[in-house]
């Protein structure tokens, strides 16, 4: 990736446009700028520590800007922070190239991404917002849209340039959403009516959340080394241990400074995540940034309302670790965390008995014996209850079971004892050392 005063290859890729990257660290920068479709033509770095009002950047540094941008024939700066519209008026002016700020290119990663017509629905709404104040900044430019980076609308190929207008879309937009939000939430409580809890999987943007999906659900969910592969929710029925089973959804990622409006916009989406039972926060072990990733998420959810959930930390990816840096994350557990590998399935029993474990329910667990000629019983135990083993004896079948309030009154004259939640065994999820373990 080329510095300053290194000459780019002028080879562009059909459909790409070469970014140059402005910022003090812009590792997560060029993985958004390659999601978006992007190469990545040179990198200036700036602190940022004393923003210019009319440049962002200062004088000195944007002229600086404007000979690698005309050393690597790029046709786009990237600038890692938040521009004012005057801003941007001011550096493509001076550039005469586009300028795009962090939000555009996240934003324009969620248009390319979006599928349903919920996940265009709402990034339009964002996109929209984003928009709205910046009409006096970028004038007659809004003509763009459609036509590179930062410039793509689902649906959309040129937005209108009167604020009314905009405000009338984005209050039908507005309205679409709230529909979304109402038939959500009657899927919830038909969900509810089942009596299966609902985990959501959060994390940062690119931390294994889909490869964790497939391995516990085998959902098909596409998995890609990059970030937001995953725009539209996914749920998936889950088997737990005890016959148990649940369901798991996925969520989008989450990123550090992720642009309010897609917060606002995605609330629809992420009411799936304030409802759950039980939150699975999956953090990249092996990112060199990981405690900040996670306070990014653990942010995002504190946004949301969400931070008071119970919550398992599940240490992903600890295959690309050396055995120290294992044995390390091992030590450090804590009775809600647990180490895995979705990749290659390491961790992941242990990673379901800490999910049952954590899932609280109704009822009690009993040792039932129930008469030949009650066994219709049995069917209503499965119906309102969970039937976790059976045996059949001489005078009746010995039944191992959870028993939900509504049918204690038909099971009561036939229990044997009350048995504890985990059926004695006393199961501590972190008592086989199965992290670290040479040739993971």
Request: hydrophobic share 40%; with cysteine.
């Amino acid at each position: 990736m080329p510095e300053r005063g290194y000459q780019a290859i002028d080879l562009l890729p059909e459909n790409k446009e070469k970014a140059l990257l402005v910022g003090s660290d812009l590792e997560e920068l060029c993985q958004l700028v390659e999601a978006a479709g992007g190469v990545i033509a040179g990198q200036v770095r700036f602190k940022g520590q004393h923003l210019d009002r009319v440049l962002y950047v200062g004088k000195g540094k944007a002229l600086e800007i404007k000979g690698l941008k005309e050393e690597t024939n790029a046709n786009l700066v990237v600038i890692d922070g938040e521009l004012t519209p005057a801003q941007v008026r001011n550096l493509e002016e001076l550039l005469e190239c586009r300028v795009l700020d962090r939000s555009n290119i996240i934003l324009d990663i969620f248009a390319q991404r979006a599928k349903t017509r919920e996940g265009k629905l709402q990034v339009e709404l964002a996109q929209l917002k984003y928009l709205l104040p910046r009409l006096t900044g970028i004038g007659t430019a809004l003509s763009r849209l459609g036509g590179g980076i930062g410039t793509r609308g689902p649906g959309e190929t040129k937005l209108e340039t009167d604020r009314r207008h905009l405000r009338q879309r984005i209050g039908v937009l507005e309205k679409e959403l709230k529909s979304v939000q109402r038939r959500r939430q009657l899927q919830r409580l038909g969900r509810s009516d089942l009596g299966l809890p609902l985990i959501a999987l959060v994390g940062y943007t690119n931390a294994g959340k889909s490869t964790l999906m497939n391995r516990l659900s085998s959902a098909g969910v596409l998995e890609e080394n990059q970030v937001f592969s995953t725009l539209d929710p996914v749920s998936r029925l889950i088997a737990l241990p005890e016959n148990r089973s649940a369901l798991l959804s996925d969520t989008v990622g989450f990123i550090r400074r992720l642009p309010h409006q897609l917060i606002a916009a995605f609330r629809a989406t992420l009411e799936e995540v304030k409802e759950a039972d039980l939150l699975l926060h999956v953090v990249d072990a092996s990112s060199p940034d990981m405690e900040e990733q996670q306070q990014a998420v653990i942010q995002v959810l504190k946004e949301i309302e969400a931070d008071q959930i119970r919550t398992i930390t599940v240490f992903n990816k600890m295959d690309r670790l050396w055995q120290d840096k294992q044995d390390w994350f091992w030590f450090s557990q804590t009775p809600d965390s647990v180490t895995v590998s979705a990749l290659t399935g390491k961790g992941i029993e242990q990673l379901l008995q800490l999910i049952n474990l954590c899932l609280s329910r109704p009822g009690n667990r009993f040792l039932l014996l129930l008469p030949f000629a009650e066994l219709s019983v049995l069917a209503k135990i499965r119906e309102y209850g969970q039937v976790i083993s059976t045996e059949y004896q001489e005078e009746g079948v010995m039944v191992d079971a959870w028993v939900e309030p509504p049918i204690m009154g038909a099971v009561h004259q036939y229990i044997v004892k009350r048995l504890p939640e985990n059926g004695g065994s006393n199961i501590n999820v972190y008592d086989s050392k199965e992290f670290p373990e040479k040739g993971l």
